[in-house]
């Protein structure tokens, strides 16, 4: 049996353009799993209203971040994609075919799978690079690898990873990129984990998001060896006027220097790799907020991205998922 690897992340615009912007969030935002309102009604509100405003400003977001090589996702997303086949390779003692599949925008999984398909695997493991289970993700992620495959007679095992949010590699890479960032710049009076947020009433429909956030706050606090108050969890990114999951990233940054605490810490371990919203939402925009609501002292903390523990963490959570044909 030969076993193939597909590694998934959200997507990135093909450049930085309202244009661009505009094709990728249609994509996007017409999604059932990101947007669940009647068809009709959340085509006209897209379309009419969204489409026509949301891609100018997204874009200037994007231009601020983007690489002479394309947005800061996809370049990431091929290097990690490069670090775990050499590490399964360096491991297994052989080379294991591993493709790099978006959700939105390119290189598509559909196109993901074809490749692997003309390698001629015979077993395919997902793992989706979200480490906390969102139907707006993870979900979303499934549906696109089971839309693809419906086009295929013969469809390979499959083995789908839907989160690795207390995986100890993963949570010791957070602790260590952590202490990396600490030994650099000193440890400022409060830690803040900030995750994507999500719709208040997802989480009440079941989505167990916000359960495996918190618990990945528990296991890494342990992990640094914190005391209570010294780390705290957030949710980023609101869209729309819903209530979504609390407390709010900004509205925390604003509170916190009124209660006293001016250094903060930040990181976003939701995140895989770095991108808009790590690097410019959270690393420009809300550093810019902190401080001038009183704040004195900002620092991010990247996310994983191809870190060598990281890569070692994603490589071994696939390996526990091989099966007995690893020689």
Known sequence: MTTGVLITN???????????????????????RVVDMPRLKWWLILHGIILRVRPKRVAKAYQKVWTEN???????????????????????????PVALGM????????????????????????LPLFPQYSAATTGSTFDAVSQALQQWRNIPDLTFINNYHNNPGYIEALANSIN?????????????????????????????????????????????????????????????????????????????????????????????????????EIAMQDRDLFIGSGGESYQYIPALNNRHDHIDALTDILLANWGENRV
């Open 70 to 96: 394309g947005g800061p996702l996809l370049v990431i997303s091929k290097r990690q994609r490069e670090a775990i086949e050499k590490r399964l390779a360096d491991k297994l003692g052989y080379k294991v």
């Open 180 to 280: 990396d960032k600490w030994k650099e710049g000193g440890r400022a009076e409060r830690i803040l984990l900030s995750f994507h947020g999500l719709p208040q009433r997802y989480h009440d429909a079941g989505d167990p998001y916000r359960d495996q956030c918190n618990a990945t706050a528990i296991a890494l606090n342990k992990k640094l060896g914190l005391r209570d108050g010294q780390l705290q969890v957030v949710f980023q990114s609101r869209f729309g006027k819903e209530e979504w999951l609390k407390p709010y990233t900004e509205e925390t940054l604003r509170l916190l220097p009124v209660e006293g605490i001016n250094k903060i810490d930040i990181i976003c371990p939701g995140f895989s790799a770095d991108c808009v919203e790590t690097l410019e």
């Open 103 to 126: 959700r939105y925008g390119n290189p598509s999984i559909s196109s993901a799978l074809e490749s692997l398909r003309q390698q001629e695997v015979s077993k395919i493991i997902i």
């Open 10 to 32: 959200l997507g990135t615009p093909d450049d930085a353009t309202p244009a661009s912007l505009r094709r990728y969030l249609a994509e996007f935002l017409w999604d059932r």
